[in-house]
């Protein structure tokens, strides 16, 4: 085993180390985390081998670059001593090659003249080969990591000092690649193609999975999983984003934009609750940014009240369903029995160790955060948050557990309490009632009333 540093991009902190621990599982690779800090872009594992660490990173989102860490320290001193101490072994191999040595100063900055000082330092090290500032068959960087705003603070030094050679790049260009604004078709909750790509990551896709979305949009997560090798499945209760728009832009066509016609299984119109996907244990990966039902109401397929004959289009449908002018009658939606209702989706329908990922919004308010739902099926494996103003929205990772380690008493008491409860869109969508009275606490309401009077 030989230690590794991995350069975070700085972004999406709480999302990378999932990332890479996720792609540990996908590549079969033996990871051990050693040091780590979402303060910190910087984070030191330990790998079997270079080759380990080359697919570790060759597909990961928020990483930037995997390095043969040779040292750390907190002055140049201490380095140069470590250095000295734990690397002399790997010298000899590097000898002749050319090679070029940069700093990467984190929250921190020098002047050019001392960066040729600092590099200038590591004139102990037996490399004979030229000098490519282009193209170089080896290249070394020395990483410095700043306390915050130390450029303003003028201060002299940095926090912590790595040094280590380059060992492969992720693929984090891919962005670009999937940049929603060079993209066909859209609509205004398309997930961005970078957390997209994440999901997928941390979904574990792969190629020969299964991938399903459930509220499929315009495909920006079966695209992101099929970009990885999986076969992209997805559904929409609402099927004009799934027709598209007359045939000049639609979901199959973002597939073609991409030349991922072949790893698309297809797309169709359903909800959650009425599917017509079999309870079969067949699915690999759900993956999905569910509706939070701030624009207008959850809705699901049914009528609102079933005591009216008139409302019973339904009925109508079984003759009519295949008439262009035919609209399904809908009724309110519980949020909270939406997350439950996904849960239950990945319970039925998830191989053994398969992964639901999923956003939820929630409050930043602890009182009005929206707790991470639970199913005896399902193991929760990582939380990772998206923070906005007064409000987060979390990507939460399940893995599916294998019959043998479900705890059968409490699947069954789950059922007997499943229910629904409320009557307008607002009653059943909690963050939907504090998004539009701005997030404030009933105790906050309760003193601007009392204030007011």
């Not at 697919?55 to 750390?72: D, F, M, N, V, Y």
């Not at 707790?371 to 099926?377: A, I, K, S």
């Not at 939460?396 to 043998?404: A, H, K, N, V």
Request: aromatic share 10%.
């Amino acid at each position: 085993m030989m230690e590794y540093l991995i350069r975070f991009s700085q972004s999406h902190e709480t999302f990378r180390l999932a990332e890479i621990q996720s792609l540990a599982i996908v590549e079969g690779i033996d990871l051990e985390v050693i040091s780590y800090s979402n303060e910190s872009p910087f984070c030191i594992v330990r790998l079997p081998s270079e080759e380990a660490a080359k697919a570790l990173i060759r597909r990961s989102i928020l990483a930037q670059t995997i390095h043969e860490h040779w040292g750390t320290a907190e002055t140049y001193d201490e380095l140069h001593a470590i250095i000295k101490r734990d690397t002399p072994h790997l010298w000899p191999q590097y000898k002749e090659v050319s090679f070029k040595i940069n700093i990467d100063a984190y929250q921190g900055s020098r002047p050019e003249k001392r960066k040729l000082e600092l590099i200038n330092s590591f004139s102990y090290l037996p490399l004979d080969g030229l000098i490519l500032l282009k193209n170089p068959e080896q290249k070394w960087t020395i990483f410095e990591q700043w306390e915050f705003e130390a450029v303003p603070k003028n201060l002299p030094d940095p926090l912590k000092i790595h040094f280590g050679r380059l060992v492969g790049h992720s693929v984090r260009d891919l962005i670009k690649t999937y940049d929603l604004k060079k993209r066909g078709y859209i609509s205004t909750t398309s997930m961005d193609s970078e957390l997209a790509l994440i999901t997928a990551n941390i979904a574990l896709a792969a190629p020969g999975k299964i991938f399903y979305d459930p509220f499929v949009g315009t495909g920006s997560f079966p695209i992101a999983c099929a970009h990885f090798g999986a076969l992209g499945w997805g559904s929409d209760i609402d099927g004009r984003s799934v027709r598209g728009e007359g045939g000049k832009k639609s979901l199959k066509g973002n597939f073609k934009q991409y030349g991922l016609e072949q790893l698309l299984g297809d797309v169709f119109v359903c909800d959650l609750t009425n599917s017509p996907v079999r309870k079969a244990r067949i699915l690999d990966g759900i993956v999905c940014d569910p509706p939070y039902g701030v624009r207008e109401g959850l809705k699901v397929l049914g009528c609102r009240d079933p005591e009216d004959k008139d409302a019973w289009l339904v009925e109508k449908g079984k003759r009519n369903y295949r008439n262009a002018s035919f609209v399904p009658p809908k009724k309110p939606y519980s949020f909270t029995a939406m997350l439950d209702d996904i849960l239950n989706f990945a319970a039925d329908t998830l191989v053994d160790n398969g992964r639901l990922s999923f956003w939820m919004p929630t409050a930043n308010d602890e009182e009005q955060e929206i707790p991470v739902p639970t199913h005896p099926c399902l193991n929760l494996v990582v939380v990772c948050t998206q923070v906005f103003y007064k409000w987060s929205r979390r990507l939460i990772t399940y893995r599916r557990l294998p019959d043998s380690e479900v705890d059968l008493s409490a699947l069954a008491q789950r059922k007997r309490e499943e229910q629904i409860k409320g009557h307008t869109a607002d009653d059943l969508n909690s963050f939907r009632r504090a998004y539009f009275k701005g997030f404030k606490s009933e105790k906050t309401e309760a003193t601007s009333d009392i204030k007011a009077e």
